[in-house]
T-cell receptor, first 112, second 113 residues
Framework: GNSVTQMEGPVTLSEEAFLTINCTYT??????LFWYVQYPGEGLQLLLK?????DKGSNKGFEATYRKETTSFHLEKGSVQVSDSAVYFC???????????FGTGTRLLVSP | DAGITQSPRHKVTETGTPVTLRCHQT?????MYWYRQDPGHGLRLIHY???????DKGEVSDGYSVSRSKTEDFLLTLESATSSQTSVYFC????????????FGEGSWLTVV
């Protein structure tokens, strides 16, 4: 079946530090991959996506590259801000299906 | 922001009572979804709809039913609430058949005591 595995959190960083949140997946076929962000008390917002191997999704300084050979979609940012503190979810959607499959989420805490 | 409104946003109810959560969209999107969010599980799909009166089960559908009589409204009903259904419920919508862009509502916090 389809599944997504994310690194355990929380991830605690100081402002301007480099961020990596690991995400690996298991899927048949050629899924699309997503990162969603959830700020406190809010719903999920799409952060970035990639629909085929070697695609790089990017938004707001975050980026992730779809690596089929390692079945990974790690989220990175070169310099985090306090305002990036949130929960980040990796997700996949397989071809022909409407349903997103989510990882368990990784909480990021950025201190000044 | 996608035009998605969930109601109620917060509810406390007693075990054994029926509860209905409503999702209303103003985007005229065909696909609508109900997810629940629990610590350690991320978001899990309960039910989804691919058109008026067309619905299907997700991975955690036991104890839940849904209805979609109009494009804009997708109702989630807990027939007899249990404490294990205490959760945050999110409605989501998507426009096209690829489902590559899915928008989420702000969530409904449900506590079953």
């Amino acid at each position: 079946g389809n599944s997504v595995t994310q690194m355990e959190g929380p991830v605690t960083l100081s402002e301007e530090a480099f961020l990596t949140i690991n995400c690996t997946y298991t899927a048949t076929g050629y899924p699309s991959l997503f990162w969603y962000v959830q700020y406190p008390g809010e719903g999920l917002q799409l952060l970035l996506k990639a629909t085929k191997a070697d695609d790089k999704g990017s938004n707001k300084g975050f980026e992730a590259t779809y690596r089929k050979e390692t079945t990974s979609f790690h989220l990175e940012k070169g310099s985090v801000q306090v305002s990036d503190s949130a929960v980040y979810f990796c997700a996949l959607k397989n071809t022909g299906f409407q349903k997103l499959v989510f990882g368990t989420g990784t909480r990021l805490l950025v201190s000044p | 922001d996608a035009g998605i409104t969930q109601s109620p946003r917060h509810k406390v109810t007693e075990t054994g009572t029926p509860v209905t959560l409503r999702c209303h969209q103003t985007e005229n999107h065909r696909y609508m979804y109900w997810y629940r969010q629990d610590p350690g599980h991320g978001l899990r799909l309960i039910h989804y709809s691919y058109g008026v009166k067309d619905t299907d089960k997700g991975e955690v559908s036991d104890g839940y039913s849904v209805s979609r009589s109009k494009t804009e409204d997708f109702l989630l009903t807990l027939e007899s609430a249990t404490s294990s259904q205490t959760s945050v419920y999110f409605c989501a919508i998507s426009e096209d058949s690829s489902g590559n862009t899915i928008y989420f509502g702000e969530g409904s916090w449900l506590t079953v005591v």
